[in-house]
T-cell receptor, first 114, second 115 residues
Framework: SQQGEEDPQALSIQEGENATMNCSYK?????LQWYRQNSGRGLVHLIL?????REKHSGRLRVTLDTSKKSSSLLITASRAADTASYFC??????????????FGAGTQVVVTP | GAVVSQHPSWVICKSGTSVKIECRSL??????MFWYRQFPKQSLMLMAT?????????EQGVEKDKFLINHASLTLSTLTVTSAHPEDSSFYIC???????????FGAGTRLSVL
């Protein structure tokens, strides 16, 4: 079953604007990860944030984690048309029956128009 | 980053036939791989966890006799959809887990169409 819920479900922005999407989860976690999926393709790992971290950056990506609220956000700054994709958060819930097993959120579909 | 190859990328088959999908980790060893199914515009649904040298662990509601998983080496896991039917048509994605980083690296997916 899916652990996370993401909002918005869809986001349409223009190039140069920032895109923010949120993810909520239900159980305790070791870490939270964000993935990107281009249409009809596999997932690409973007960033991992551990439960004892509050914020992490990678290039134009900024991820925050609030374990008290069981939520995370992904910010893409200065978006480009190539950022058009679906973005998923994924958590490894505690307890788990399998190391490394992830539960994925519903995803946010981002469209960046030139 | 680590590379995972999934083959074939697209397959069309007749109802009643079996289809095998391969998932290879090209530049690292993966004792654990995962198989997912994804319906259009939906999230990934975990089907099973594939462990090298042991039986796969299936998620609730996934028929193990329908979806056969074999993980015979540290770099290869296969998913065989047996006696495929049109309702098995879907996008299947595999991933391989890097223990050092606790990150899953994904294959490009296989689109299965059963006629």
């Amino acid at each position: 079953s899916q652990q996370g819920e993401e909002d918005p479900q869809a986001l349409s922005i223009q190039e140069g604007e920032n895109a923010t999407m949120n993810c909520s989860y239900k159980t305790s976690i070791n870490n939270l990860q964000w993935y990107r999926q281009n249409s009809g393709r596999g997932l690409v790992h973007l960033i991992l944030i551990r439960s004892n971290e509050r914020e992490k950056h990678s290039g134009r990506l900024r991820v925050t984690l609030d374990t008290s609220k069981k939520s995370s956000s992904l910010l893409i700054t200065a978006s480009r048309a190539a950022d058009t994709a679906s973005y998923f958060c994924a958590t490894d819930a505690i307890p788990t029956d399998s190391w490394g097993k992830l539960q994925f959120g519903a995803g946010t579909q981002v469209v960046v128009t030139p | 980053g680590a590379v995972v190859s999934q083959h074939p990328s697209w397959v069309i088959c007749k109802s009643g036939t079996s289809v095998k999908i391969e998932c290879r980790s090209l530049d690292f060893q993966a004792t654990t791989m995962f198989w997912y199914r994804q319906f259009p515009k939906q999230s990934l649904m975990l089907m099973a966890t594939s462990n090298e040298g042991s039986k796969a662990t299936y998620e609730q509601g996934v028929e193990k006799d329908k979806f056969l998983i074999n993980h015979a080496s540290l770099t290869l896991s296969t998913l065989t959809v047996t006696s495929a039917h049109p309702e098995d048509s879907s996008f299947y994605i595999c991933s391989a887990l890097t223990l050092a980083k606790n990150i899953q690296y994904f294959g490009a997916g296989t689109r299965l169409s059963v006629l």
